[in-house]
């Protein structure tokens, strides 16, 4: 079992920057991958990006040159940092585990964390 924990949420003006966090406890395995999915309003969860325990990271297109997933694997905690932050980042932004990579690029992780609301005023 894996517990996943965010944090770092909030409201923020365009142009602004975030950073996310994300606590993972449990079964350190199934940690070795992990990413950032988001959801906005009346759309579905997306993948931002996505980090393996070595450190090989994607990112998507849309938030290339301003976000940036990193962790810490000695604190077991995922970061996402986001700057230039846009209205059109507003959405729910979940962690994601797995010991699978495809699963958490696809969005089928085994674990999610609760979810952190992330909202960009104009």
């Known amino acids: 079992q894996v517990q996943l924990v965010e944090s770092g949420g909030g409201l923020v003006q365009a142009g602004g920057s975030l950073r996310l966090s994300c606590a993972a406890s449990?079964?350190?395995?199934?940690?070795?991958?992990m990413g950032w999915h988001r959801q906005a309003p009346g759309k579905q969860r997306e993948l931002v990006a996505a980090?393996?325990?070595?450190?090989?990271?994607k990112h998507v297109d849309s938030v290339k040159g301003r976000f940036t997933i990193s962790r810490d694997n000695a604190k077991n905690t995922m970061y996402l940092q986001m700057i230039n932050l846009k209205p059109e980042d507003t959405a729910v932004y979940y962690c994601?585990?797995?010991?699978?990579?495809?699963?958490?690029?696809?969005?089928?992780?085994?674990?999610w964390g609760q979810g952190t609301q992330v909202t960009v005023s104009s």
């Open positions: 994601a585990a797995d010991s699978n990579w495809s699963r958490i690029l696809l969005g089928s992780p085994d674990y």
């Open positions: 449990g079964s350190i395995g199934s940690t070795n991958f």
């Open positions: 980090i393996t325990r070595a450190g090989t990271t």
